[in-house]
């Protein structure tokens, strides 16, 4: 079965961190990329950085450019999301996701075959 479930989102004041993880299971994770998108309140779904377990290459929205970071470790199938500098627009569920080798810059969801349940980052002003 495969598996995409992610963790420690949580509340945080404005310019706090935060670390998600997105931890994956059921499918050969050195042949995927595994992208983070965010989804806030009456918003559409929005890319936020992805990363190919076949390379380590990374791409990032520009919204979040120089203060996420996305790291892989391929030992425990699991991605990392670090974000610095949070600020309340950053307020929405943080979904990770699966798509075959390599990432894209477009970040459209249908590209995605698998997708985690979610997991809330509120950002305070």
């Known amino acids: 079965e495969v598996q995409l479930v992610e963790s420690w989102g949580g509340l945080v004041q404005a310019g706090g961190s935060l670390r998600l993880s997105c931890a994956a299971s059921g499918f050969t994770f050195d042949d995927y990329a595994i992208g983070w998108f965010r989804q806030a309140p009456g918003k559409e779904r929005e890319g936020v950085s992805c990363?190919?377990?076949?390379?380590?290459?990374?791409v990032y929205a520009d919204s979040v450019k120089g203060r996420f970071t996305i790291s892989s470790d391929n030992a425990k199938n699991t991605v990392y999301l670090q974000m610095n500098s949070l600020k309340p627009e950053d307020t929405a569920v943080y979904y990770c996701?699966?798509?075959?080798?390599?990432?894209?810059?477009?970040?459209?969801?249908?590209?995605?075959?698998?997708w985690g349940q979610g997991t809330q980052v509120t950002v305070s002003s």
């Open positions: 990363i190919s377990s076949v390379d380590g290459s990374a």
């Open positions: 996701a699966a798509r075959g080798l390599y990432c894209s810059g477009s970040y459209y969801p249908y590209e995605y075959d698998y």
